[in-house]
C-alpha cells in the first residue's frame, strides 16, 4: 500500500509540472510575461517585542516573478531549467543530489546557491519536501545504540553492535520497522565527541541512541532525528559546544534553519532539551583557564544578533539567558576541554550528572 501511495503521489506531482509548464508556454504564447507567485516563509523575526507569528507554519508573504523584470528573468530560467531536471528524476524513478543537479550544467548554474534557491522555490511553488522531488541529502550523519530498522530494503541492526557508527539513511522516507530499547535520544554535535563515546562504550552502558550531524546538520539527519522522535516518543537531549556555532545548531536542530522554513514541521525537533555546555560548565566542572577562549567579535557579533531572534525570548527564555552569560563572560569552550580530567570524563561524569540532575533546559 505504501508503494502504491508513493506512486500515486509522484504521479500527481508530475501532472502539477505538467499543468504548471503548460501555462508558461501558454502565456509566453499569447506574448504575455508569465507571473509565479510564490510564498515567503520565516521561522523567526528579529524583533523579541514583536507580536508576531513565526511560529506559525504559514506564509509570511508573497513573492511576484515576471520576466518584465529584468533581474527576475535568470531566477526564473534557472527554476524552470532545475524544474526539468526534477521532472527527469520523477519519471525516471531516480534520485539526485544538489550538487549532481548543479554539475547537470555548472556553466548556467554559476554556483550552487542558485540550484538551492529553485529547488525551494519549486517546493514551495508545489506545497511538497524535497525528497517528494527525488532531490536528496549526500548522507553525513552518523547513528549508534539500541536501534534497528530497514531504509529501501536494507537492513540497520546498531543492537548488534551498539557502539558501532551507522550512516544515517539518505531516503529517511522509505525508513520502516523501527525498533528500539532505547530510554532517550542524545544529539551531539560533532564527530569527535561521538566516537568518544563510542571508545567509551557509553551506548552499552546506557540505553539510548546517540546521534550526531558532523557539525552542522543536513536535511536527512534532521528528518531521521524528527522521525525517531515521532515512532519513539522518546525525550531528545542535545549536546553542544558552548559558543555560538553550537548554539546555532542546537537551534537548528529545534527550531529548523530561515532556510527551510517552508519545510519546518519535517525537520525540527521540537521537544528537544540542551543538555549542555552552559556556560556556567565551566566553573561546576572546573574547566581550566587556559581551555576557555576569549569570544572574537564576529562571535559577540552572531551572538547578538541571536538574541534578537523572537522565539527564543516567547518560547525558550532561559537559553537566552544563559546565551547573554556566555556574552557577558566574553569566553567560550569546547565540550572536548571537559577531557581535561580524563578521557572518560565526558561519558563516566558530565553527562550522567547532568541526566540525573535533569540538567536539560526545555
Request: aromatic content about 10%; some cysteine.
Amino acid at each position: 500500500m505504501e508503494g502504491n501511495f508513493q506512486i500515486s503521489e509522484t504521479t500527481n506531482l508530475l501532472r502539477k509540472i505538467k499543468e504548471f509548464t503548460r501555462s508558461i508556454v501558454e502565456d509566453l504564447a499569447e506574448g504575455k510575461s508569465p507571473e509565479i507567485s510564490i510564498n515567503r516563509f520565516r521561522n523567526y523575526c528579529n524583533d523579541p517585542e514583536a507580536d508576531c507569528f513565526c511560529s506559525s507554519d504559514e506564509p509570511k508573504g508573497r513573492e511576484i516573478l515576471t520576466l518584465r523584470k529584468r533581474s527576475q528573468t535568470y531566477r526564473i530560467d534557472m527554476l524552470l531549467r532545475v524544474l526539468l531536471i526534477v521532472q527527469q528524476l520523477l519519471q525516471e524513478n531516480r534520485h539526485g543530489s544538489k550538487r549532481d543537479i548543479y554539475y547537470m550544467h555548472p556553466s548556467a548554474f554559476k554556483a550552487q546557491s542558485v540550484v538551492d534557491r529553485a529547488i525551494a522555490d519549486i517546493c514551495i511553488l508545489f506545497q511538497c519536501s524535497r525528497y517528494n522531488l527525488n532531490v536528496v541529502s549526500v548522507g553525513n550523519g552518523l547513528v549508534m545504540g539500541w536501534l534497528k530498522f530497514r531504509e529501501a530494503g536494507r537492513k540497520f541492526d546498531c543492537l548488534s553492535s551498539l557502539n558501532t557508527a551507522f550512516p544515517v539513511p539518505v531516503l529517511v522516507e522509505e525508513v520502516e520497522d523501527i525498533v528500539s530499547l532505547a530510554e532517550y535520544i542524545l544529539v551531539v554535535e560533532k564527530e569527535t565527541v561521538f566516537q568518544r563515546l563510542a571508545n567509551d562504550m557509553f551506548c552499552k552502558m546506557n540505553r539510548c541512541i546517540v546521534v550526531t550531524g558532523r557539525g552542522y546538520p543536513d536535511v536527512s539527519t534532521r528528518r531521521f532525528l524528527r522521525l525517531l522522535m515521532e515512532k519513539l516518543q522518546l525525550p531528545v537531549h542535545c549536546l553542544v559546544d558552548c559558543d555560538p556555532y553550537g548554539f546555532e545548531i542546537l537551534a537548528t536542530y529545534r527550531f529548523g534553519s530561515m532556510q527551510m522554513a517552508y519545510d519546518i514541521e519535517s525537520l525540527r525537533a521540537p521537544e528537544m532539551k540542551w543538555l549542555g555546555a552552559f556556560p556556567s560548565d565551566s566553573d561546576i566542572y572546573g574547566v581550566p583557564q587556559q581551555c576557555l577562549l576569549p569570544l572574537t567579535e564576529e562571535d559577540k557579533k552572531r551572538t547578538e544578533a541571536m538574541l534578537l531572534r523572537c522565539y527564543l525570548k516567547r518560547e525558550m527564555p532561559q537559553w537566552r539567558l544563559e546565551l547573554e552569560t556566555m556574552l557577558k563572560r566574553g569566553v567560550k569552550f569546547e565540550i572536548e576541554a571537559l577531557s581535561v580530567h580524563s578521557l572518560s570524563f565526558l561519558s563516566e561524569v558530565y553527562i550522567p550528572s547532568k541526566m540525573r540532575s535533569e540538567g536539560s533546559f526545555h
